[in-house]
Every structure is written in structure tokens, then in C-alpha cells.
């Protein structure tokens, strides 16, 4: 789970990322390790090989829009991918990220973060802190805690895990 105190690198993508962009479906036969290497490399060939755990991306309107494969988030959480920030998000893909334990932040100014800035993100107070001179923090819709103790769990399946034992 990423908080204020840890400093995020910034990716971009434009909008309309489909699920197919980040999960291929040629690849959809294989596990999330395989599915995972293909991750955006239509739109940013790069992508898969160069982001660090800890990274962000930040998109367009409409992220996650296509089908329902659960696989386009666990792309992302298998990349280490701390968050993705976009104006809007398809809403299957909404609740699958959340499933999985990928953090999303709906934020209507997610287009003016730059490729390589560096941010810090405050889910619990819809904050987005700028580093290096940037202007001031961007303002994003606060995440429920629900949905918070899902991304700190690693995803509803290990919370619902982590009840059961305790």
C-alpha cells in the first residue's frame, strides 16, 4: 500500500487504454508471469521491461475500458505497478483492480502529471503530492476503506484469507 511518505515515478499513457493493451489476448493462454512481460506493449513497448516495483501510471479518461479479464490489473500488480491515476476507469475493471490489490485514484487533473515526475499519494485524504517545483498538489477522490484494506491485503482474496485466520 503506498502512502505520503513514499515517492512514486511517474509513466503515461493516453486514454481509452484497452484491457487487451495491457493484458494481450495472444498471450491469455499463459500465466500472469507471461501475460505480464506483454503489459502495454502496444502503446509503450518499453513499458514491461523498465518499470520499477513502486512506479505509477497515469492515463487518460476511460482506463480499463474492453473486456472483464481480471488479468489487465494483475498485469500491473505482477510489475509492482503502486497505483494507477486516470480521470475515469471502466467499471469492471475498477472492481477487478481492487480485487486484485491495485490501488486506482480518480483524479481529473491526472493528465497534467508528467512522464518521470516524481509524486507521493495520500488514497486516504485524495492527495497528490508534486515534487521538484511542480504546482501545488493534485486533489483526487478519496479511496474508501474497504477498498484501502483490499490494497493493503494484497486483494480481496487474501483479506478474506487473513479473516478467516484471525
Given at each position: 500500500?503506498t502512502?505520503?511518505?513514499?515517492t512514486?515515478?511517474?509513466?503515461r499513457v493516453?486514454?481509452?487504454?484497452?484491457?487487451?493493451?495491457?493484458a494481450?489476448?495472444?498471450?491469455?493462454?499463459?500465466?500472469?508471469d507471461?501475460?505480464?512481460?506483454?503489459?502495454?506493449?502496444?502503446?509503450?513497448?518499453?513499458?514491461a521491461?523498465?518499470?520499477q516495483?513502486?512506479?505509477?501510471?497515469?492515463?487518460?479518461?476511460?482506463?480499463?475500458?474492453?473486456?472483464?479479464?481480471?488479468q489487465?490489473?494483475?498485469a500491473?500488480?505482477?510489475?509492482?505497478v503502486?497505483?494507477?491515476?486516470?480521470?475515469?476507469?471502466?467499471?469492471?475493471?475498477f472492481?477487478?483492480a481492487?480485487?486484485?490489490?491495485l490501488l486506482?485514484?480518480?483524479?481529473?487533473?491526472?493528465?497534467?502529471?508528467a512522464?518521470g515526475?516524481r509524486?507521493?499519494?495520500?488514497?486516504?485524504?485524495?492527495r497528490i503530492?508534486?515534487?521538484?517545483?511542480?504546482?501545488?498538489a493534485?486533489?483526487c477522490?478519496?479511496?474508501?476503506?474497504f477498498l484501502?484494506?483490499?490494497?493493503?491485503?494484497?486483494?480481496l482474496?487474501?483479506?478474506?484469507k487473513?479473516?478467516?485466520?484471525?
Amino acid at each position: 500500500m503506498t502512502d505520503q511518505t513514499t515517492t512514486h515515478r511517474v509513466w503515461r499513457v493516453g486514454a481509452d487504454i484497452d484491457t487487451d493493451a495491457l493484458a494481450p489476448g495472444a498471450y491469455m493462454k499463459f500465466g500472469i508471469d507471461e501475460i505480464a512481460r506483454h503489459c502495454l506493449q502496444r502503446v509503450r513497448p518499453e513499458f514491461a521491461g523498465q518499470v520499477q516495483p513502486g512506479d505509477v501510471l497515469v492515463a487518460g479518461p476511460n482506463f480499463g475500458i474492453g473486456s472483464s479479464r481480471e488479468q489487465a490489473a494483475a498485469a500491473l500488480v505482477r510489475l509492482g505497478v503502486a497505483a494507477v491515476i486516470a480521470p475515469s476507469f471502466n467499471g469492471l475493471y475498477f472492481r477487478n483492480a481492487f480485487n486484485v490489490g491495485l490501488l486506482l485514484l480518480t483524479c481529473a487533473q491526472a493528465e497534467t502529471l508528467a512522464e518521470g515526475e516524481r509524486i507521493t499519494l495520500d488514497p486516504v485524504a485524495g492527495r497528490i503530492g508534486r515534487r521538484g517545483g511542480a504546482p501545488d498538489a493534485l486533489h483526487c477522490e478519496t479511496v474508501p476503506g474497504f477498498l484501502l484494506e483490499m490494497v493493503r491485503a494484497g486483494g480481496l482474496l487474501n483479506l478474506l484469507k487473513q479473516r478467516q485466520t484471525s
